[in-house]
Antibody
Framework: QVQLVESGGGVVQPGGSLRLSCAAS????????MHWVRQAPGKGLEWVAF????????YYADSVKGRFTISRDNSKNTLYLQMNSLRAEDTAVYYC?????????????WGKGTTVTVSS | DIVMTQTPLSSPVTLGQPASISCRSS???????????LSWLQQRPGQPPRLLIY???NRFSGVPDRFSGSGAGTDFTLKISRVEAEDVGVYYC?????????FGGGTKVEIK
């Protein structure tokens, strides 16, 4: 079955960097777009970024544009999120999700998430 | 950006009774390809979100048939025909018609 496993979260100081990974299995990773979504403590869901199946197009939320970079390695079935210039408001659980039945920009299956804490 | 507004914020329900959640978008969610990319997600306490319904009314794999979705254009509804204890959690509507993708603020379903 489809499985998404995020990793790379941790505690980082404001202004620091972190790279998240999402290991995918159980489906043809190279055929599907992928998302990053985050959830601040006690808050709702916020879409962060999307990458097409072949990496040809990328989209970002205004809140992370210019600081975060989404990428993928289809040979390794892995999605990435490079996070630079981190701020306290980036503190959240970060989830990856794949597209599929829900459409070319939908979110079918979600990983369990990885926690990012930005604090001095 | 498309704003998604959910009501109510909280829905206390008796076990075995129905529940209904509304979601309104600030503009039509009909895509130029003819599809309406409105999804419903469930987030149980301490769990990641889970897709329940996609394209207004299609149940995702493994979702019980007590969950149903309806609506069109800008107004959508998620219904639970008979609430069970495992349905406790927060429910979100989400639009994937255009970027940036946006979510409703969430509706908390709890047992009375």
């Amino acid at each position: 079955q489809v499985q998404l496993v995020e990793s790379g979260g941790g505690v980082v100081q404001p202004g620091g960097s972190l790279r998240l990974s999402c290991a995918a299995s159980g489906f043809t990773f190279s055929s599907y777009g992928m998302h990053w979504v985050r959830q601040a403590p006690g808050k709702g869901l916020e879409w962060v970024a999307f990458i097409r199946y072949d990496g040809s197009n990328k989209y970002y939320a205004d809140s992370v544009k210019g600081r975060f970079t989404i990428s993928r390695d289809n040979s390794k079935n892995t999605l990435y999120l490079q996070m630079n210039s981190l701020r306290a408001e980036d503190t959240a659980v970060y989830y990856c999700a794949n597209t599929g039945y829900s459409g070319p920009r939908g979110m079918d299956v979600w990983g369990k998430g990885t926690t990012v804490t930005v604090s001095s | 950006d498309i704003v998604m507004t959910q009501t109510p914020l909280s829905s206390p329900v008796t076990l075995g009774q129905p529940a209904s959640i509304s979601c309104r978008s600030s503009q039509s969610l009909v895509h130029s390809d003819g599809n309406t990319y409105l999804s419903w997600l469930q987030q149980r306490p301490g769990q990641p979100p889970r897709l329940l319904i996609y394209k207004i009314s299609n149940r995702f794999s493994g979702v019980p048939d007590r969950f149903s979705g309806s609506g069109a254009g800008t107004d959508f509804t998620l219904k639970i025909s008979r609430v069970e204890a495992e349905d406790v959690g927060v429910y979100y509507c989400m639009q994937a018609t255009q970027f940036p993708l946006t979510f409703g603020g969430g509706t908390k379903v709890e047992i009375k």
